[in-house]
């Protein structure tokens, strides 16, 4: 899929930004289209950089269509992507004052569920710019480790960049104990 998109995006050099950009959206829309394909086709043809900042906004761009999407449209938009008994449980459980805080650190983690946090939370009383920034907040470590340095290791070869890979799975296997921690996180962060 990545060789692919880099041969189609390079037979347009001028329009590329702007075709990668909403394509990396679409992948947020339309779940469960991997990203990483994408961000490896970006990464090849503009750099980890200007992939970086590309990438970033077709996904705060897709994050928030879906968002959108969700408050619109309601339950039935919504109800193949998440569970809405949990999620009014969940809500009932988190005081508007911490409704940030948790989306940040519910994004960290979460970019195998990403597209499906974007849904829910528009199920939610959370309002659309607390829902942005806290997305761009939480989304921008993992992003951020991803491009600039996954990227420089993409760039040396595919060696190194299978040995980052790995190193990233391992690390997420390591800190994913799921549940227990995100509730550790949770109490520790709002009392």
Request: glycine letters at 12%.
């Amino acid at each position: 899929m990545g060789e692919g998109l880099q041969q189609f995006l390079a037979g347009y050099p001028v329009l590329a930004p702007v075709f990668y950009t909403a394509i990396r959206a679409l992948a947020i829309i339309i779940p469960p289209i991997p990203g990483g394909f994408i961000d490896l086709a970006g990464m090849a043809l503009f750099g980890p950089i200007r992939a970086f900042i590309l990438g970033e906004i077709g996904l705060m761009f897709g994050a928030s269509t879906a968002f959108l999407i969700a408050r619109r449209f309601r339950e039935p938009a919504v109800r193949r992507f998440a569970s809405l008994g949990k999620l009014a449980e969940w809500e009932r459980q988190i005081s508007e004052r911490s409704k940030f805080w948790t989306l940040v650190l519910l994004r960290l983690p979460s970019n195998a569920v990403f597209d499906y946090i974007s849904y829910a939370a528009g199920l939610t009383t959370v309002g659309f710019w607390k829902f942005f920034f806290s997305t761009l907040i939480g989304n921008l470590p993992g992003t951020i480790i991803f491009f600039l340095i996954g990227g420089t290791f993409y760039q040396s070869g595919w060696y190194y960049f299978i040995v980052f890979a790995a190193a990233l799975i391992i690390l997420g296997l390591i800190a994913g104990k799921g549940d227990k921690l995100a509730g550790f996180l949770r109490r520790f962060f709002t009392g």
